[in-house]
Each structure stands twice: as C-alpha cells, then as structure tokens.
C-alpha cells in the first residue's frame, strides 16, 4: 500500500494512541501534520453534544475553516507544537459547547488530501494516493480581542495569501460580535500518506496475458484555482497582484507534488 502512519513527535500521547504504530522510517512530525492541515481549504471537526438537554447526543461533523498558529509565540514555525484556529458563527451549537463546557469541548479534527488514482492489475490493490492529519484536542472560544483580531488575520491569510491586508480591515463591531474564533489546544496528532504507483502481488505480475491487457499506473489529482471573476459591484479594473501571485503559486505547487509524489520511492511500513 505505500503507506506510512506517525503518531509524533507531537504532544504526549493519548492513551488510545499506541506508540508502536510510529514506524522508525517515517519522517512524520509536527512539520508534516501541520502541513497537511494547513493545505486544506476545510478541516472536518468532530465532537459530541453532551449538553443535558440535548436530544441527539451524537457525534456530530462539521466543516470549517481552520489554520494553525501560536498567538503567544506568533514567529513559530511549522515544526513548533500549534494551537489550531477555527472560525465560526456566534451560536452555532459548536460555538456554544466550546463557550459553556468546562475546561474545554473535546474534538478531533481530520484533514484530507487527495493526490492521485492508483490504477492497479486487480481491483482489489486499487488505492489513492494521499495526505491525511488527524487532531484531538481541547475547543476553548476566544475571548481576547486582540487574539480574537489576529486569529481572524491568520485564518483570512490562510484563504488567500495577502487577502487581510487586500480587504476592509479591520472588522467592525458588529462583525466581531457577529464572528466567533475558537481555538483548539492540541493535546496528539497523527499523520498517513501513501504515495508511488501500483503495487501488484507476484502471482499478477508474472501473468504475460494480463500485464498486456490491463492499464497499470497513476492519475494525478489535484486542485486547480480558477480565473478570478469580478462581483457583479467590483470597480477594481485589474485582478491584483496578490491574488494573481497567490493563484499561479498554489496551482503550481499542488500540481507538481501531485506529479512527485508518484515517482517517491515506496515508504515501508515500521516495525
């Protein structure tokens, strides 16, 4: 499968997280995991309603806007322990748990990549290949202004590089009481990937007949920004150059990890 899974070096472990899954090839840390996050335009939360009077107290799923950051030592780097940022509206149910529960609501946070389609001799050795993170953590709201104002700056850059400076900042009021930002102290986090082409098994392999009959490889997938479409109300003639810069960049980036990562060379399973 070309897969590889980590589970550190993050925070200390949780108790479902067993340390023997982190295999001593992997080059998974904290530079990893808050990559693939921060790469995903949405990051998927998940908690649980535990509020008494709640009548589905079920997991619930939401997809949200997020980035990782520190706002007590705002020049951390990528491979620094992060606290991740979410935005969302006053009272939504989420706003409300992470506001009223104790110490903090539980979550756990799942981003997702897809990079390609891998084409195999036999359906059942047919995989993706792929970038995934997972957080769990505390969801606390933000009460602090100014931690609220630089959230909200971190997340706007996160969308498009250069866009907070780009726009009418800074929010009002009425936007600030309106918008809430939550942050997630993370307490673990894991990463998986796989990447490389087919992996047949010898028995197909040595087959003549289906080699020459079956189209074997990868597909390449990956995310295209398009041709930036002024609003029915823009007056701003030329597309600014933040935005142009931002688009050819990403569109760049995204296309040639995906091409890349199909010729890396197959990362083994620890043990």
Not at 103 to 129: C, E, F, M, R
Request: hydrophobic content about 30%.
């Amino acid at each position: 499968m070309n897969e590889v899974s980590s589970l550190g070096p993050y925070h200390p472990y949780l108790p479902t997280q067993p340390a023997n899954l982190t295999p001593p090839t992997a080059a998974y840390d904290t530079t990893t995991i808050h990559t693939i996050v921060n790469s995903c335009p949405l990051v998927h939360v998940s908690f649980i309603d535990t509020h008494p009077s709640s009548p589905h107290p079920l997991p619930f799923i939401l997809p949200m806007i997020g980035c990782m950051g520190s706002y007590a030592y705002p020049s951390s780097s990528l491979s620094d322990p992060l606290d991740l940022y979410l935005h969302g509206y006053v009272s939504s149910r989420f706003i409300i748990l992470s506001q009223s529960s104790p110490g903090g609501l539980q979550v756990s946070v799942a981003a997702t990549k897809l990079d390609g389609l891998v084409l195999s001799l036999t359906p059942n050795t047919h995989s993706y290949n792929y970038r995934s993170a997972v957080l769990f953590g505390k969801a606390q709201v933000v009460e602090d202004v100014d931690e609220k104002l630089w959230a909200m700056e971190l997340m706007t850059e996160g969308v498009v590089r250069g866009r907070w400076e780009g726009s009418r900042v800074p929010p009002d009021k009425a936007e600030m009481g309106s918008t809430s930002v939550v942050r997630v102290s993370v307490e673990g986090g894991s990463a998986k990937r796989r990447v490389g082409g087919p992996g047949d098994e010898r028995k197909d392999l040595e087959r003549e007949e289906v080699i020459a009959r079956v189209w074997t490889g990868v597909v390449p997938v990956y995310e295209t920004l398009g041709k930036p479409v002024p609003s029915s109300y823009n007056q701003v003639e030329e597309v600014p150059g933040y935005l142009r810069e931002y688009v050819g960049e990403r569109n760049e980036g995204e296309k040639r990890y995906a091409e890349e990562c199909v010729r890396m060379e197959k990362i083994k399973k620890g043990g």
